[in-house]
C-alpha cells in the first residue's frame, strides 16, 4: 500500500505550465476531445487541489501523508490493510489525482488568485513530505540486508582476461599499448 500511495504522491512534483495556461487549455479544449480534458482535469485537480490545497484538497493530502507514516511505521510489506482504511485511501487519491470533474473550475481558480494575492496559499510538493527517496520491498530471508554484489580485487582469478584488465587498473599500468621492456625502453 505504500508503494501505491507513493505513485501517487510523486504527482505532486509541480508541472511546468502555470495553472492559468492549464486551466485556458481546458476551457478551449473540445468536449469530443475526451482523452484530452481528462489531462487536464487531472492536472489541474493535481495543481489546485493537491499542491496548493484548495477545499478540501489539504484535508486529504494530509489524510494520505498520515496513512503513509502509519503503513511505514508498521510492518508495511506483511500487513493487509482492512477494505475501510482502503477505501478511504482510494477516496482521497480519487479526489486529488484523477480526473475527476469537480465542476467550476473557474470558481476554483479566483479562489486560487484570491488566496495568493493574500499571501495565504502554501505550496507543497512531493519533495516537502518527507518520503523516503527510495521506497522498495525488502527481499524475504535478507532481514533487510542485501548481498554484496562485488568481490574484492584480490580475489579475481589471475587467468581470466577480465581479471587481467582490472589488475593492470589496479595497479595503474597503461595497458595494452604498453610494450617497454623491464629495463624502459620502448
Known sequence: ??????????GLVGEKKSIRCVLAEYQTTDSSQRKAREALRRQLNTLLLGVYGLR?????????RHEMDLCMNADPW?????????NKID?????LFTAYDHGDYPTLWKEYEQRCRANELQRLT????????????PKPGNNGKQKKKHKKLNNVDPNSTKGKKKERRRK??????DYSDDAGNM
Open 91 to 95: 477516496e482521497a487519491i480519487r479526489y
Open 1 to 10: 500500500m505504500v508503494l501505491y500511495m507513493a505513485k501517487f504522491l510523486r
Open 78 to 86: 506483511k500487513q493487509e490493510l482492512p477494505p475501510e482504511r482502503r
Open 126 to 137: 512531493y519533495y516537502d513530505l518527507g518520503i523516503p527517496r527510495m521506497i522498495f520491498k
Open 172 to 177: 595503474g599500468r597503461k595497458g595494452k599499448g
Open 56 to 64: 478540501e484538497g489539504r484535508a486529504h493530502l494530509n489524510y494520505l
